[in-house]
């Protein structure tokens, strides 16, 4: 089956830091989507690319579809302790629309510092 | 804003025995899912539902589970013989056509 692999596996950073974490793809995807999921709770959507090469913001969230649809990025500016949680990608395989059976990335663990 | 509702938020359960967990969709969403996630993995796709049957399973998704939307509100997922390897967050999800997923806060299932 299709695999999203995301980097970093986990990351500790400073208050005021900014951030940045990708996901590749050895499947093109017609869709990315980013999640975030805080402890004991569901993934909420924070983004969702839908051409590649579209570059999206989030108040302090930004994230871009590859050119070549097999990668995505997402950055956090000025990072504070809320954004503490689970970053996962997904998206739906090609051809699938965005509201169909979604693959998960393993997801980044971002811890912020006081 | 909406959101996907899920009950119970915990579930204890002896292995052998059915489980029943309990998603209310969004209210003009189509498409249900459940996903689930294994302590400490990622979030795996189980199913997908549409127009009163399954449109997609995954091969989690065997012949102990089933789901069913008993009425307009309800999305239920049934383990019928719950095994120790069933423990794991438990997520419905909702979406209208073409649009991202909303998930639920998941049902935590503990089998001992």
């Known amino acids: 089956g299709q695999q999203l692999n995301q980097s970093p596996q986990s990351m500790f950073i400073q208050e005021g830091e900014d951030v940045s974490m990708n996901c590749t793809s050895s499947?093109?995807?017609?869709?990315w989507l980013w999640y975030k999921q805080d402890p004991g709770e569901g993934p909420v959507l924070l983004i969702a690319?839908?051409?590649?090469?579209e570059l999206t913001s989030n108040g302090r969230l930004t994230a871009q579809f590859g050119i070549t649809r097999k990668d995505s990025f997402l950055n956090i500016s000025a990072s504070i302790p809320s954004d503490v949680g689970i970053y996962f990608c997904?998206?739906?395989?090609?051809?699938?629309?965005?509201?169909?059976?979604?693959?998960f990335g393993e997801g980044t663990q971002l811890t912020v510092n006081p | 804003e909406p959101e996907v509702t899920q009950t119970p938020s915990h579930q204890v359960t002896q292995m052998g025995q059915e489980v029943i967990l309990r998603c209310v969709p969004i209210?003009?969403?189509?498409?249900f899912y459940w996903y689930r996630q294994i302590l400490g993995q990622k979030v795996e796709f189980l199913v997908s539902?549409?127009?009163?049957?399954?449109?997609?399973k995954s091969e989690i998704f065997d012949d102990q589970f089933s789901v069913e939307r008993p009425d307009g509100s309800n999305f239920t997922l049934k383990i019928r013989s719950t095994k120790l390897e069933d423990s794991a967050m438990y997520f419905c999800?909702?979406?209208?056509?073409?649009?991202?997923?909303?998930f639920g806060n998941g049902t935590r299932l503990t089998v001992t």
């Open positions: 997904a998206g739906p395989a090609l051809g699938e629309t965005s509201g169909s059976r979604l693959t």
């Open positions: 690319l839908y051409k590649a090469g």
């Open positions: 209210s003009n969403h189509l498409y």
């Open positions: 539902f549409y127009n009163n049957e399954i449109s997609e």
């Open positions: 499947s093109i995807f017609n869709t």
């Open positions: 999800a909702s979406s209208s056509q073409n649009s991202p997923l909303h």
